[in-house]
């Protein structure tokens, strides 16, 4: 079964293209774009889910926007001003990013909806976040010199 194209022009200046399929049928009128309409019902879904995300889970969240809003207000500093101490920047940039990715980690097992760590205790899960954090930042305190 193969995909008819119908071109409808009633009037010249509105263009409407349908597009049959079997027995689908979209239309798309030009110069009136829905995105918005599909951006809107995309945030709005994405809203229902994220109000049903458990409080531990929101509180990661807001601890990773804020090192990754800190990697940024860094990045912005260095353009005004300028980056004199270069190993200072990257350490305070990588510091962040690299708290931000652990965090990340860290959201991933403790998750109940993530069947591969299912095993894993939430003890265990941020036990090795702190570790892993101990580590980074010894090695950012070492670059720093």
Do not use: W
Request: hydrophobic fraction near 45%.
């Amino acid at each position: 079964m193969g995909i008819t194209f119908h071109i409808r022009r009633p009037n010249p200046r509105s263009q409407t293209i349908t597009v049959l399929a079997g027995t689908q049928k979209s239309e798309k009128k030009m110069g009136r774009s829905t995105t918005s309409k599909d951006a809107q019902a995309l945030f709005h879904s994405l809203h229902s889910a994220y109000v049903a995300t458990p409080t531990k889970l929101k509180i990661i969240d807001s601890y990773i926007m804020f090192a990754v809003v800190t990697a940024v207000i860094q990045v912005v500093y260095m353009a005004i001003v300028g980056s004199f101490p270069f190993n200072s920047f990257l350490s305070g940039v990588l510091s962040c990013i690299g708290t931000a990715v652990l965090a990340v980690c860290l959201r991933i097992q403790v998750n109940k909806e993530n069947k591969e760590f299912k095993d894993l205790p939430p003890e265990r899960a941020f036990a090795d976040f702190v570790l892993c954090n101990l580590v980074l930042h010894l090695v950012i305190m070492n670059f720093l010199g």
